[in-house]
């Protein structure tokens, strides 16, 4: 969350007229919170950076920026739809998938579901 400016601020539950799941869970449920690294945020300029088309799209984008629909920079990241883009041909793709979808208290069904 190291990229982001945010503020929590709490609600009463007669005030918070749209509560989500995780207000409900039960208090002795357990949670993983999953922050991504300082490191990763540069392993993913540095897998930007890598392919040649990549490369001129952040280019194009931060010299022009809004001329390609969906896609905006944010420091030195490209991001489509407010997603970091990560490059088909990245190592880091199939990490970040096992990370998150097989995380031990995890209630999904992992990569294979993916």
């Known amino acids: 969350m190291l ?3 945010f503020t929590i601020e709490y609600k009463k539950g007669l ?5 989500d799941s995780l207000s409900h869970l ?5 949670m993983t919170l999953s922050v991504l690294s300082t490191n990763l945020w540069d392993r993913i300029e ?4 890598v392919e040649d088309n990549m490369r001129l799209l ?3 984008i931060t010299q022009n920026p809004g001329s390609i ?3 905006t920079m944010r420091g030195r ?3 489509r739809k407010g997603r970091f883009v990560i490059p088909k041909q990245s190592t880091l793709r199939d990490e970040l998938i096992k990370h998150f979808h097989e995380a031990a ?4 069904e992992g990569v294979t579901k993916t």
């Open 26 to 30: 039960g208090e002795h449920m357990m």
């Open 58 to 60: 952040k280019a194009s």
């Open 77 to 79: 990241l490209l991001y």
């Open 105 to 108: 208290s995890s209630d999904n």
């Open 46 to 49: 540095q897998d930007q950076n």
């Open 69 to 71: 629909p969906n896609y």
């Open 15 to 19: 005030e918070n007229t749209v509560v």
């Open 3 to 5: 990229g982001y400016d």
